[in-house]
């Protein structure tokens, strides 16, 4: 635990840090620990203000979720109801066909999402399985989406596929901390991990990449996890932070509730230490009330999944996200040009201006 001297010697560090402007990939854990440790309000006031100098701080960007593939995973990681080694009840499916996706994602579309992610339960994926996500991305990127897939562990050459069919972000999580790691995961090393985003990140597709928390990790563990992530040679693009799910038939089914103020301060301090990287509120958001999603959003959080599984306009989480962004004034990312492009194809159509995305509002317009 920090006293208040090591606090305030934090405070007054990271605001030096966060005038300078720097990016760093040198970052002690000590340093991690001080800024997490911090007065809450400090923290935040710190995160906020970095915030505001690397993003609009009112415009929060969405990317729609699908499931491509699920269940019946040979990986064993405790968390996740679709790993084949634990009994979870989840039903399995084949990988879909490339059409059903483009579908999906024409949806996600109209709905207002701007990128459409594809999520895939492999250890990594076989030549036959990657040609047909291939042709996915073609496709999916053909509808002006951005294309975001996480199908396991890359090679080289499979990322470089991935680069040529047009691929924008590949996510690959590093979970935890390297210490607390094994306790998660026995069937691939954080070694295997770092070298797929090695792989990713040669290939010059951005990397999505994130953890965990409230896996009954120490505090240690999440500056852990932030440390392995800022000191990476680039900043992953995209992190995204998640508080566990627990799910009854996983080994931390069980796992006692996180502080949701310890979830406040882990994406602070991510966005203090990855000044430049959308920091995705992820899993677990669902078990949040709005006034944790508020103070993420306040925090630095400024990405979220949209619409996840769900793809229909009368989908009550997304209405509900769009209701908290109304109260607080949050403008989705890439509505302004969404809203263009939906006013052109109308113009063209019919000369007659419908608007296609009912969930979004104005933001700037007087609120109720
Ligand atoms: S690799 Fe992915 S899908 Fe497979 S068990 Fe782990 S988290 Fe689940």
Redesign the pocket.
Known sequence: MTDITQADTAHTKSLAYLNSGAIRNDWALAEIEAIYNQPFNDLLFAAQTIHRKNFDPNQVQTSTLLSIKTGA?????A???????YSTGLSKEQLMAVEEVVQKAQQAKTNGATRFCM?????SPREKDLDVVLEMVRQVKSLGLETCV?L?MLDGDQAQKLAEAGLDYYNH?LDTSPEYYQQI?TT?SYENRLDTLQNVRDAGINVCSGGIIGMGEKTQDRYGLLQQLANMPEHPQSVPINMLVAVEGTPLGKVEKLDSLDFVRMIATARIVMPQSYVRLSAGREDMNQETQSLCYFAGANSIFYGEKLLTTANPEAEADMQLFKRLGITPEGHQVAAQEMDAEQALLNQVAEPKAAQFYDATAPRA
């Open positions: 995973c040979p990986e064993d990681c968390y996740c109801p679709q790993s084949g080694h999520g895939a339960a492999w250890r996480t396991g999580n995961i691939r």
